[in-house]
């Protein structure tokens, strides 16, 4: 690819991932945004991850079945249930997920979570809240994450910190965008660090 294609999918990808995570529900087309997925497989113990470095920004999207963090995919209904919703929610939430090389000086400037069960208002405006849940009784989300990196080139490696506190997750597929280029790894808990190329 030269490098003038490399460049424009970058920027493509940034601005579709800066989209989603202003709510502008690019991934959806079905009208729901707690997943870009909604064709995909519904595989537990599986996640994806998009990551696209552009200039100083980093953006990175988790999609997975609700089963691998909550271990159900209902709305709970039972205190104990309520209780672990809302630590999950504040567990993807918090700035643990992913770790960056120090050097780079990578800080989170912004998080979204889409899922119809951890956040329930998360749809989009042309929702008609008549479609939460699938026919099936599967759930998933989708958790976009917003970083911008002071110094970007010293970029080396993303630690996946999802495995550690989710431990429903057994393999995650990764699809990374870099100004190098385009890569596509999967991750497990014995494996889950991402090395920028």
């Known amino acids: 690819m030269t490098q003038h294609v490399v460049r424009t999918r970058i920027g493509q990808l940034a601005t579709i991932a800066a989209l989603a995570l202003l709510g502008g529900n690019a991934w959806a087309g079905s009208g729901h945004s707690h997943s870009r997925h909604n064709d995909a497989a519904h595989v537990h113990g599986a ?3 998009e990551v696209v470095l552009d200039g100083n920004g980093l953006f990175i999207s988790l999609y997975s079945p609700l089963e691998n963090v909550l271990g159900f995919e209902h709305s709970p209904k039972t205190d104990a249930e309520k209780v672990k919703a809302r630590r999950v ?9 992913f770790a960056f090389s120090p050097e780079a000086q990578c800080k989170r400037t912004s998080y979204k979570l889409y899922s119809d ?7 989009g405006p042309g929702d008609d809240h008549k479609h939460h849940a699938s026919e099936d009784g599967h759930a998933d989300f989708r958790a976009a994450y917003e970083f911008e990196c002071a110094e970007p080139a010293k970029l080396k490696v993303i630690d996946v910190r999802v495995f550690r506190q989710f431990s429903g997750f057994e393999k995650i597929e990764v699809q990374a965008l870099f100004p190098t280029g385009q890569i596509g790894v999967s991750l497990t808990p014995k494996q889950s660090t991402l090395v920028v190329q």
């Open 47 to 49: 996640g994806e991850l």
């Open 89 to 97: 929610k504040s567990l993807l939430q918090a700035n643990g997920m």
């Open 117 to 123: 069960v951890l956040n329930p208002h998360s749809h």
